[in-house]
Each structure stands twice: as structure tokens, then as C-alpha cells.
């Protein structure tokens, strides 16, 4: 006899002893457990609403037991008079009223003779003892509040569970369930701290023998692993007799992963502005290094002893300036020259000329026929595509395959991964390999410029680095799954565009076209100033020079109708070069302005050029470029 009331416990042993019956009591579901352990009844009577494990959980997880399945189960309980009962759903035989003790008596008599007799089971419906019963509304009441909070409970996203003295499980929603991945009728009753895994057992113990935990405030534990989950873990006492406690288990897996990419996004953010700063220093050093080796060989004899040797520092310089143009790439001011792409070309090019120099691995491409283009700088893409190549390459030093493939995709097929794709149609370039793979800890690095496992002096961490930035400038996506000694998979979406791929256009010729017109260089860099005034005079030009932007103002207000072409630096303390340009279309709006940068045309120098500058031209240049941008300028 299961029931939290004493009355009704001494009502019934004195009642079924009477009978000749041997009669076990429990005042609660969690105390009749402990009961069960050691002794198998032939009936249980079992009230509906106590502490500890309700009467219906209780059903539940004896019908759940292989050794009690023969105990038949029996409701005595008041509640079953004022509220919708289906005993079939927790495993009860039947269900008997509470009400006045000679009718009650009766009926459980009944119901023992029944049992003694194996009587079949009643139908869901019925409830025996009802007319016995008298309604009462307060009783209504109650039972209305108890199935609010129990629909409350069932709703919460979080787990909620009830734990006794003992630490044991007597209630938990829903929620709980589904975190704890333990069905309720085993649930019920378990000790808390045992559904966790070994190495976190004891962690949550000594949070549970806290000194006086259920005298104090709420307290949480910041994180503990859950069945491949972050949770935190808080509990709050309950101001009882009992000493009862309410464990609250949330789930913040998603949390910590939108954290991670947030904290990833901001340092890439700020590796990226690091990277583009230094890459722009080094292009402004480069330019005064190229401006002189320019001058140098403009009237040289290339018989002369020292002409191959200068040559040779011009060919240093152009490395110099892919490097930088690699910082450039990751710190997403790579982008030059946009137009629709067909990225299956660039793959077939790029694949034939890679193939020419690793004959040890095998390419296998399947190529979309139907791709769609998209839009971005041939130039960028075609470095992504060899960057992949060479890191796919130094993964299978012996030798392996190559997979390149391409497709059409939707916002559906990205969705998921470490980034929030916006919507649209995407094109999909897959780079994989059979080579050595990669760990967890190297992957998470893997687009940080200048990580690279290779050893000293093979390779300077820059290619996946410049990848990941130009892949990101053409508002794409970069994935990356690995596995060691299996391989790696590179995964690019780009955005999918409806405009028609255009054909090449001819690259310009390299030779030096002078002029006669008169040139205003602003340059806050004293080297590139006196080394662009050199050029410019080498090329027939008169020359005016200014070290800033208030400067540069000045003297074009003074002498505007002498100057023909501003060449601007973008990046200069105080006023730059947007501001300048700003200023010098309100001086004289027909002005020609060339504007000149160690940082590419994406960002602000394409906003300028969008608001009606004439041209730009990225450090360093060769003495050649210059010429030719001058003279179409001057010529339009």
C-alpha cells in the first residue's frame, strides 16, 4: 500500500490484514522502490498524487521491471473522482475512488477478490466507487493549478529536476529527459550524480556535498560534458521539511558554438587588420625599392656589369609584392577586378598547370555543366585554387588523388556550418585529397596567417591563409572537414550570379609612354615622394609634391590651373585621401585623380572610385603601369 496520507495506510493494513493479507507500506513512489527491491507483491494499491515519484510514474516504472510484471496494479486515490483518467496509459488494472471508508472497504475487497480470481483488466473508463463520492469544487481547484504547473514544466526548454535527501530522482520534465537521454522509469529514483559519466561524477558530488547546499542560494557549476553536451548545472534548494532540492540542467552546446564563432570572427577580424596594415608598409617599402631599380634600368645598357644583378632585385621585389599581396588576400583588400566568372575554366586551368608539376598525383575533376557563374577577381580565385592545390600537395608528399569538383547549390545545402550563409543561390567548389589529414587543434588553425606545420623555411603560413580572406571578400564561405591519415575536404560556396561571363580582355603592353603635363604627388612617405618625383621627371612630367593632405589642398588652390593629375596616396595622418578627393572635386570638379595605395582597391578606394575617381593603381608599380595609367587619364 502506497500512499502519503497515515490514516489511509493504518485504514488499509488493519482492513487487509484482517483478510489474511501480508501488507508492506510506502508513503511515498520513491520510498515504495526501496520497497520493491527485495519483495515481489501479488497487488499493489497505489495512491495518485504524493511526493517522490507520483502514482502514475510509479505504474510506469514497475510495469517497466521484468520480475513485477505479474503485480497488479490498483489507483486508490481521490483524484481519479475529479479529473480525466486513462489507467491503460500507466499500466493500472483498476482505478478506485477515495471516499467514505465502510464503501471504500467494499470496493477494494472487491478488487482483491478480482485479482485472487485473475479477473481481466477493466476498460480505461472505468473508475470504481464514483457514486460513492461527493464533488467538491476546492478539490477541482487544486487539481486544475497541479496540471497548470505540470503543462508549465512540460514546456520549459530547460531540465528541470527534483531531487530528495538522498540526491535522488524523483520528478523530471521532459526536457531533462531528453538531455539525460535515460528513459522516466529508470530515471525515477536513480542517484543523480550516477548519470553522468565518470570523469565528471565526481565533480558534480562534491558540488552536492557542498556544505549546507540546501541552506544556501541557488549555486552553478560553469560547465560539465553531458552525452556529447555543455551544460550548466544549478541547483536551488527547496524550503521544506523534506530537504528537497530543484536541479536546473541547461543546455548551451548552441551558446558556446555561437560564442566560438564570434570570439573566431573578431580575432580573424583583428589578425586580418594586423595582416593588411603590415602588408601595406611593406608595399610602400617595396614601391621606393621598385621606383629605384626602375631608374636605375631605365638607361642602363643591359651590357652593363651591374644589369642582371638590379634586374635580379626587381624580380626579389615582384616576389616581395605576391607575398604581400597574399596578407592583403587574408585581410580581404585583395579584390581587384570584378566580373561574372566561369569557375569551371579557372578549375580546368589551374588544375592542367598544377598538373604539369606534381606528375606523382592523380587529378579526377567532375565539373557541374550547368554552373552557374560568379562573380569575383579572376586573379583572387586562381590563387585560392593553387593554395589548395599546394596544401593538398605537401598532405600527400608520395603521392595520392586529387578531387575537384563543382555544383550548384542553395542556402539549405550550408546551412548549419560555423557561419550563417545569407540567402541565395550558391556555387560550390570542393578541393579534396587522400593525404595525411589533419587533428581538431590544427584545423581550428589552419586559416591563422602564418600557422603552418611545415617545417622552418618550407612555408610561411600564408596560402590558406589568403584563401580563407579572399574567399571571404567575395561575400563565399570556406569549410574545411579532415580526418588523420584519411584526408581533407575543402568545401568553397560562392555566391551564384545570373550575369553573363565576358570575354578576356588583352593585357596591357609594358612600355613607358612619357608625357610633358604637370603632376601633383601626395604622399605622406618622404622615400615614396622623392622616388615618384624621379619616375615622374624620367617620363618628361613636371612635378609638385605634398607630404599631406592640407598641403596637397593648398597648393592645388594655388596653382589648379597648372595641374593637370593628382596622384593620391589613400592611407595619410589627419586628412586622407577620401577627404582630399572630397575637397578637391569642390576646388574644381573636372579634376583627374590617380589614386595610389600599399592596400588594394577593395574598401574605401573603391568608394571613392564609385563616387567618380578617375583611376588607381596599387604599390608597387612598375614604372611601365604608371606611365600608362598616367597617359589614360590625361587622354580621356
Known sequence: MVDNHPVILKFMTQLLEKEGCQVKTAQDGLSALEVLEDYIPDVAFIDLVMPNISGDKLCQIIRGMPRLRDVRLIILSAAVAEQTMNSVEFGAHACIAKGPFPEMAKHVLAALDQAELGGSEVTPETIIGLEDVHFREITKELLSVKKHLEVTMMSMSEGILELNRDSRVVYANPSALSLLEVPEERLLGSYFPDLFSHAVREKVNSFLRAPDILSQETQEDPTLELNGREITLSISPVRDEEGTAIVVLNDITTQKRLESQLLHAQKMEAIGTL?????HDFN????????TVSLLLLNMDPGHPLYDRISSIEKHVESAAKLTGQLLGYARKGKYE???????RLVEETAETFARTKKEICIHKSLADDLHATEGDEGQIEQVLLNLYVNAASAMPGGGHLVLSTQNTTLKEIEGKLYEPKPGCYVLLTVADTGTGMDEKTMERIFEPFFTTKEMGRGTGLGLASAYGIVKSHGGYIHVDSKSSVGTTFKIYLPASDKAVM???PK??????????????????????????????SMGYGVLTARDGKEAVKIYSEKKDEIDLLILDMVMPEMNGGDVYDRMKQINPGIKVLLSSGYSVEGQASEILGRGCDGFIQKPFHMAELSQNIRSLLQQ
Do not use: F
Open 503 to 505: 570575354a578576356d580582355i
Open 284 to 291: 610602400n617599402l617595396l614601391m621606393a625599392i621598385q621606383g
Open 338 to 344: 570584378v566580373k561574372p566568372l566561369n569557375l569551371n
Open 275 to 279: 595582416a593588411g596594415g603590415i602588408a
Open 508 to 537: 596591357a603592353n609594358k612600355e613607358v609612354t612619357k608625357g610633358h603635363e604637370t603632376v601633383l604627388l601626395v604622399d605622406d612617405e618622404r622615400m615614396i615622394l622623392e622616388v615618384g618625383q624621379q619616375l615622374l621627371e
